[in-house]
């Protein structure tokens, strides 16, 4: 059995999971609800408190579907009762992110400043020059967070550009002059 597969998915107080025809999941909690169609092949079912979900036979792809589900299942339960939170770090002389209303104007460098809008069910705030991005589908708050990375990914030279708060830059040595 798969090491992740075979955990079972606790459903904290305050969240409903629906299981409908051709594993069509349902989600409600306090922040929100999400829904989604997972493989037809793996059998979901809700135990008490619990939902576990079991594959059919051992071939490869049954196994990579298994672990697949199962956490696709606990995103969604984890994001509709606590959410999910990525943190950006703008570094930079001149370097500047604002709000205003759903858009995110950055000033990086650039002749125009870039406006992004935030996407659907997403939030983000902005403190001093760190970007923050709420939501409750893991999914879209990591790919907006990508998206705005991708605007001025951080250079290996001076460090500088749009990080993820906890990422790690590699320097490299700069250019040496002639003596």
Known sequence: MSRIGKMPIAVPAGVTVE???NNHVVVKGAKG???RDLPVEMTIKKEGEEIIVTRPNDLKKMK???????TLIHNMVIGVSEGYKK???INGVGYRAAKEGKKLVLSLGYSHPVEITD???LESAVAGNKITVTGIDKE???QYAAEIREKRKPEPYKGK??????EVVKH???KTGKK
Not at 64 to 70: E, I, K, N
Not at 161 to 166: A, L
Request: hydrophobic residues 30%; negative net charge.
């Open 119 to 121: 996407p659907e069910g």
């Open 33 to 35: 609800t999400l829904e």
């Open 161 to 166: 550009g749009i990080r993820y708060v906890d």
């Open 140 to 142: 879209k708050v990591g």
């Open 64 to 70: 990579s579907l298994h672990g697949l589900t199962r």
């Open 19 to 21: 299981i409908g025809e």
């Open 87 to 89: 943190e950006l770090e």
């Open 172 to 174: 490299k040595v700069g």
